[in-house]
């Protein structure tokens, strides 16, 4: 998405101001998870609590940063259509963690979650107003360690880890599709193309399952998990 369109976007408009509700909504529970997330995994890999501690204020400081953005424009999320729009996610993540599923936790919370983050915000970045812009820029630097935390354990463990990893991608990456459909219309709103959306998130999910030791080949079956259902 080209910068140049970001001044047709009135940030003023109750139209805008109206999806930007959902969309903020759904930044800050989404920050929320992932904080709450990275402390249930202290419990599942205490010998990398420091690290996953790190990450967890990291999150909490996003989610602050996000509810500023809000403020700024006068806009109340919609914490409610959030809640639900990360319920599946949510309750995939918990289910996992109370089985001891460690892998299934890091491909739910810091990849998929992550990926789809940065790539939200990257296509968002430029649409954005100049107070979320600057909030929005650096909360995805923080997000390419977040995602390096879960390629570096994953790839590390890879072959004991593999068939579970696979498994979680066929379970939750079809749920990111019916995520960003459900959002399209608002993210459209504010300047994001869903196209767009989508062919950077497979960029990056598809980076991350590389780096932690798929084939080419393997990483193009996985994805097409996610293609069937959109």
Not at 127 to 149: C, P, Q, W
Not at 153 to 177: C, D, R, S, Y
């Amino acid at each position: 998405m080209s910068p140049i369109q970001a001044p047709t976007l009135d940030y003023t408009s109750e139209t805008y101001k109206d999806a930007y509700s959902r969309i903020n909504g759904i930044v800050i529970e989404g920050e929320k998870e992932a904080h709450e997330n990275y402390i249930s995994l202290t419990k599942l890999i205490p010998d990398y609590e420091e690290d996953l501690l790190r990450l967890s204020k990291m999150e909490a400081r996003h989610k602050k940063g996000f509810e500023a953005c809000g403020r700024n424009l006068a806009v109340s999320p919609d914490l409610d259509f959030a809640e639900r729009f990360f319920a599946d996610l949510h309750n995939n993540f918990q289910v996992a963690a109370a089985e001891g599923k460690i892998a299934t936790c890091l491909v739910i919370q810091a990849l998929i979650i992550e990926c789809f983050a940065i790539a939200a915000y990257n296509i968002y970045i430029p649409m954005a107003d100049d107070f979320a812009r600057k909030i929005t820029e650096g909360v995805v630097k923080d997000e390419y360690s977040h995602l390096n935390f879960g390629e570096v354990w994953l790839q590390e463990n890879f072959e004991a880890v593999k068939a579970e990893v696979e498994t979680a991608n066929k379970e939750n990456l079809p749920l990111v599709w019916r995520m960003l459909n459900q959002v399209e219309k608002d993210a459209k709103v504010l300047g994001m193309d869903k196209d767009a959306l989508v062919e950077d998130f497979m960029i990056q999910y598809s980076g991350a399952l590389e780096n932690i030791g798929f084939t080419t080949r393997e990483i193009m079956k996985m994805s097409m998990h996610g293609l069937v259902a959109a």
